[in-house]
């Protein structure tokens, strides 16, 4: 969960916060996977941040953050078994499967010894 960095270090959304608002608020998304990384786009300027695949890995993830200022969701892609001791449906879960990226693949042994296949 890396965002793309311009030139000098900064991020896209940076850019945006340079620009007179007025009244509108700000919120930048991507690339969010921990409080730092959070914390690093308020104190450049965000309003507000969007949070995305950290609370799709971590249903708990707003309060973790708020109780320790390190805190990292768990990297994606992760079991089965993790969203389902998460509280999450099997329909959620197959949901998520169809994006890729998010569940890791099983691997079953067909023959003992002879092939893997991927499922």
Not at 14 to 24: D, S
Not at 41 to 54: E, N
Request: charged share 20%.
């Amino acid at each position: 969960m890396r965002p793309r960095a311009l030139r000098a270090g900064r991020l896209l959304g940076e850019l945006f916060t340079e620009i007179p608002r007025g009244n509108i608020r700000l919120g930048l998304s991507g690339g969010i996977g921990g409080a730092r990384d959070a914390q690093h786009r308020l104190v450049a300027g965000a309003d507000f941040v969007y949070i995305g695949h950290a609370a799709i890995a971590d249903y708990a993830f707003a309060k973790n953050v708020l109780a320790d200022a390190d805190y990292r969701a768990p990297t994606l892609p992760l079991p089965v078994e993790h969203f389902m001791s998460q509280g999450r449906s099997a329909e959620f879960v197959n949901y998520l499967r169809s994006y890729g990226g998010f569940i890791t693949p099983r691997l079953i042994n067909a023959r003992p010894s002879r092939s893997l296949s991927v499922i």
